[in-house]
């Protein structure tokens, strides 16, 4: 029995970086990006109401920050348990203290890889994918590159 499309909602305020991911994702055999949210309340909304199995969203928005967002999705029933991925260009080690103990998955343009969910330099688009279906999945978020 063939395992059901991973859907993922997109996060990002720049239209040309969530058109950018959906061409990324597009491309990816059973990746279904199911919506987009430009604002942190969209996102809450749209994650509660479509379910997605992962959450891959910019760590920057306008009206609030990345960091503040996170716990948002974790204080809502229906968005508790969703995997998130947060992308971002921050120093790596100021980020990783606050977001993994929430269960993010943070992917960084960091200068290395370490253990516990993040990922560093280097991430290429088929990082990125094959990250995305090993949180969709809730396999380790442990990488051994």
Known sequence: MQQPDIRILLVDHQELVRRG???LLDDMPRLT????????DEAVRLARSMKPDV??????????????????????????DTPLIVLSTREPALL?????????????????TE?????????????????????????PRIDSE
């Open 21 to 23: 991911l959906q061409r």
């Open 33 to 40: 990006v199911i919506g987009e949210a430009t604002s942190a």
């Open 55 to 80: 959450v891959l969203m910019d760590l920057v928005m306008p009206e609030i920050d990345g960091l503040d967002l996170v716990p948002q999705y974790r204080q809502q029933e229906a968005t508790k």
């Open 96 to 112: 990783r203290d606050r977001l993994i103990p929430l269960g993010v998955t943070l992917i960084s343009a960091g200068s290395h």
């Open 115 to 139: 253990p516990g969910g993040y990922t560093g330099q280097g991430t290429d688009d088929l990082h990125l994918t094959q990250r995305g279906r090993r949180v969709a999945l809730s396999e």
